[in-house]
């Protein structure tokens, strides 16, 4: 580093005033500096004298230099005070690097986010003007703990637009968040037992269902009055997970118009009954449109209706420990299916919406599963004139449990199986298809001269069909349902049973959560354990939940803490 002749001559300056104050014992050090740069010596006296009170008179040593002032201890040299200076400055510097790293994490979705699905993640600007891609990972420390329950974490779900969170508990409550100010909103009880699984419905309306080992499962809502508006019973036995069961593409009720109060005998209804009528009474289950009575009481069900435009939603799938997958039809609360293909406790429940994402040779897993269910796909999904063709309109559930097989169906009418997954050596805990919108994914026109644009369409659909699971046997498993079914990756960073896990919207990571109190970051590419956030909770971590677009995760566990993480 070269220094001009000032900085060296304030440098030298420097060194001999802090010779200086060190005392005797320094002043022959002192004075060979002096001698090798005398303007030291004179710029340093120039220093004192400007400091002095016009006292010239001083005397002198004999070998013509002055003697050694006595410093005031609060008289520090200068050399000193620039020597500390630059730590400090460089911890400030550090300090401000983080706060505004963390502003960045704090609002990049009001700004920085682009597209909200699997292929757009969020992004944020660089110094340069740049854009970068943020890949969206839980970071310690969590950013707000949210404690008021009395017992264990068992389940978590957020709002797919609202900043609400919704925590289940072995208390037997229900308990509203606002997981971006951490702020407790309100307690749903209605429950007489552990509470085991809650979901948002899927368009963001205001209904959450819920279920229960008291047997039940209630569907609330969460908008207004948040109460219970239906209580559906059939299961056997413990009632381990309920989701909203996405609708197929073309759902005409999701346009929603005049649909609202089907079965609630209101305006629409007296004005002729509901409109576009086969749309959602297919099937022959409802009987007296716009009566209610027996059909209605025999849900169970409050006075209140649902209405499947605002929830998104026609149906719900439940998980029991009776072996059974039931659905049921959520306006009339009737059991519209069941399956029994399980051999033991089912206790997990994924859902797929549909996509249409151009693909090759109507591949992707909807083209899969269509072959293997043995059933003919959406017209479609038949292949044009360029050798290109849109996947099948499927819809997907997985379930699975305590005989370690992971089954996957068709979601809708047909409901038969596209997939049978086997490989875990213990119980499987949690499924989680791609964290994304559970409304169907709207085709992605590609120009068949678009080389950039259909290897895009081709990656989306690959990751479109990937499906997670978590297990006792400490692993976390990613498997493909296209074409029958098969595993992908086996990871096996934990060290006690795995309870959660969350399939990232970009389908490059897989976050996990277990009984080791810790949540695990995997890269799927890499096939390796990316980050550790070692002792998350003060005890199991027993539920993990992604928002889809939002920079937010969450996590409970025995400890009886919620816990909100922000992603970097």
Same mark, same amino acid.
């Given at each position: 580093?070269v220094?001009?002749?000032k ?5 030298h300056?420097?060194?001999y005033?802090?010779?200086l104050s060190?005392?005797p014992?320094?002043a ?11 303007e030291?010596?004179?710029s340093?006296s120039?220093?004192?004298n400007s ?10 040593n ?6 050694r002032?006595?410093?005031p ?5 200068v ?10 400055l460089?911890?400030r ?11 960045q ?9 682009s597209?909200?699905?699997?292929s ?5 600007t660089?110094a340069s003007?740049?854009? *970068? ?10 950013q707000?703990?949210?404690q008021?329950h009395s017992?264990g974490i ?5 709002h797919p637009?609202y900043?609400?969170?919704?925590s ?5 409550t229900?308990?509203l ?5 951490g ?5 749903l009880?209605g $429950?007489? &037992? ?7 419905c ?11 080992t008291?047997l039940?499962? /209630?569907i ?5 009055n ?11 036995h ?7 069961v996405?609708p ?7 346009e929603?118009?005049?649909i609202g109060s ?10 002729g ?12 289950k409802i009987?007296?449109?716009g ?5 209605a009481?025999?849900?169970g069900?409050a006075s ?7 929830a ?20 009339t609360?009737f ?7 399980h051999?033991?406790?089912v ?7 549909a996509?249409?994402v ?8 909807n083209a ?11 017209p ?5 004139g360029a050798g290109?063709s849109?996947?099948? &309109?499927?819809?997907?559930?997985a ?7 992971i ?6 009418d ?9 490989? $875990?050596?213990?119980?499987v ?10 409304l169907p994914?709207?085709?992605k ?5 678009? /080389?950039?644009?259909?290897?895009? &369409? ?14 006792r046997?400490?692993t976390v ?5 296209a ?8 990871f096996?960073?934990h060290e ?11 389908g ?11 949540i ?5 590419k890499a096939n390796?354990?990316? *980050?550790?956030?070692?002792d998350?909770h ?5 539920a ?9 995760m969450?996590s409970?566990?025995?400890d009886?803490?919620?816990?909100c993480w922000q992603?970097?």
């Amino acid at each position: 580093m070269v220094l001009t002749d000032k900085q060296r001559t304030d440098l030298h300056a420097g060194i001999y005033e802090y010779l200086l104050s060190r005392g005797p014992a320094f002043a022959a050090t002192a004075e060979a500096l002096a001698q090798a740069d005398p303007e030291a010596r004179s710029s340093n006296s120039s220093t004192d004298n400007s400091k002095t009170d016009g006292n010239d008179d001083e005397p002198s040593n004999s070998n013509g230099t002055s003697p050694r002032k006595t410093t005031p201890s609060s008289a520090t040299p200068v050399l000193e005070k620039k020597w500390t200076a630059v730590p400090r400055l460089q911890k400030r510097v550090l300090e401000l690097e983080r706060q505004i790293s963390s502003n960045q994490r704090i609002h990049a979705h009001r700004a920085g986010f682009s597209g909200g699905t699997a292929s757009a993640p969020l992004d944020s600007t660089t110094a340069s003007g740049g854009i *970068r891609e943020r890949r969206m990972l839980p970071r310690p420390p969590a950013q707000h703990s949210l404690q008021s329950h009395s017992s264990g974490i068992t389940a978590l779900a957020l709002h797919p637009i609202y900043t609400l969170a919704a925590s289940g508990s072995e208390d037997g409550t229900i308990k509203l968040w606002d997981h971006e100010s951490g702020d407790y909103l309100r307690t749903l009880r209605g $429950h007489t &037992n552990v509470v085991t699984s809650v979901d948002f419905c899927p368009k963001g309306g205001g209904y959450l269902v819920s279920c229960s080992t008291d047997l039940s499962i /209630k569907i609330w809502d969460v908008k207004d009055n948040f109460v219970c508006v239906r209580t559906l019973r059939g299961h056997d036995h413990t009632i381990s997970c309920v989701r909203f069961v996405p609708p197929p593409l073309g759902a005409v009720f999701l346009e929603g118009g005049k649909i609202g109060s089907v079965g609630g005998g209101g305006a629409e209804a007296a004005a002729g009954g509901p409109p576009l009528g086969a749309v959602f009474l297919e099937g022959g289950k409802i009987g007296s449109v716009g009566g209610g009575g027996a059909e209605a009481a025999a849900g169970g069900g409050a006075s209140g209706t649902i209405d499947p435009a605002e929830a998104g939603a026609k149906f719900i799938v439940s998980a029991s420990r009776d072996n059974t997958v039931k659905f049921w039809d959520l306006e009339t609360g009737f059991c519209d299916h069941t399956i029994e293909d399980h051999s033991d406790w089912v206790r997990c429940i994924a859902v797929r919406a549909a996509s249409a994402v151009v693909s090759k040779g109507g591949g992707g897993a909807n083209a899969g599963g269509g072959a293997a269910g043995g059933e003919a796909s959406d017209p479609a999904s038949e292949g044009s004139g360029a050798g290109r063709s849109l996947a099948s &309109n499927l819809a997907l559930v997985a379930t699975s449990g305590n005989d370690r097989t992971i089954y996957v169906y068709d979601a809708n009418d047909k409901r038969t199986k596209v997939a049978e997954l086997r490989g $875990h050596d213990h119980v499987v805990e949690a499924l989680s298809f791609l964290c994304s919108s559970a409304l169907p994914q709207k085709a992605k026109h590609a120009t068949p001269s678009s /080389k950039l644009a259909n290897n895009a &369409n081709d990656a989306t659909s690959n990751t479109w069909d990937y499906l997670a699971s978590a297990s006792r046997d400490r692993t976390v498993r990613l498997w493909t349902v296209a074409n029958g079914g098969s595993c992908i990756s086996v990871f096996r960073a934990h060290e006690n049973w795995v309870r959660g896990v969350v399939l990232h919207p970009s389908g490059n990571h897989i976050l996990s959560c277990g009984d080791d109190r810790s949540i695990r970051v995997f890269d799927v590419k890499a096939n390796r354990c990316l *980050r550790t956030i070692e002792d998350a909770h003060a005890h199991f971590v027993t539920a993990i939940a992604m928002h889809p677009t939002l920079p937010i995760m969450v996590s409970g566990g025995v400890d009886h803490v919620v816990k909100c993480w922000q992603l970097d």
